[in-house]
């Protein structure tokens, strides 16, 4: 019952004191699972953000989900879950009850200015860290290096693309490379 309580409390943390949205949480998620607490590993976790990236749902609920259903099963799931989501939801609550124009007020747009470009940096964290640990083969830098410079584009030109497409198509060229150079062989010489 211990990894519950301590499931629930660490992402509830991360949901309370993490402005910003998924990819903010990223950073602070492997700090904590990854780094501190031993969790899940760091190929997990990046596996994981893949795979919460492409599913239904914020990517920081759905990393939330499988960290705690890795260390607990469906009630760590459960937990972790939550502990992400009632912070946020209470917030909200709160702010919604108390006051009609919230974000008028000339402090509290100010102090949101300020949180953008915080949240712009935690963002710009969690990807170095990724690519800084990433595997160093060709392949994955050439399709990451491309992405970027597409979806840049994408941004500074308006043009009307969805980011699935872009995976799907990174998606498409990496098993068609695959495919065409055969599977890696194994520690023992054979293929699998």
């Known amino acids: 019952m211990n990894i519950i309580l301590d499931l629930f409390l660490t992402f509830a943390r991360i949901g309370l004191f993490t402005f910003g949205g998924g990819y903010a949480m990223i950073s602070m998620i492997e700090n904590i699972c990854v780094e501190r607490k031993k969790w899940i590993t760091h190929d997990e976790m990046m596996n994981v953000t893949v795979i919460a990236e ?104 308006a043009w009307n693309f969805s980011s699935i497409s872009l995976m799907l198509i990174a998606a498409a060229v990496s098993l068609t490379i695959f495919i065409l150079n055969g599977a890696p062989e194994q520690k023992g010489g054979a293929k699998k």
């Open 54 to 157: 492409s599913t239904p749902g914020p990517i920081a609920i759905n990393c939330a989900t499988f960290t705690g259903y890795k260390k607990a099963g469906f009630v760590g799931a459960l937990a972790a879950t939550l502990g992400m989501i009632v912070p946020s939801f209470l917030i909200i609550y709160l702010i919604s009850m108390c006051l009609d124009n919230f974000l008028e007020l000339t402090v509290i747009a100010n102090a949101f200015n300020g949180i953008k470009v915080a949240v712009g940096i935690l963002i710009l964290d969690a990807a170095i860290t990724m690519i800084k640990k990433m595997q160093k083969k060709k392949l994955p830098g050439t399709i990451m290096i491309c992405s970027c410079v597409v979806m840049l584009c994408i941004n500074i030109f």
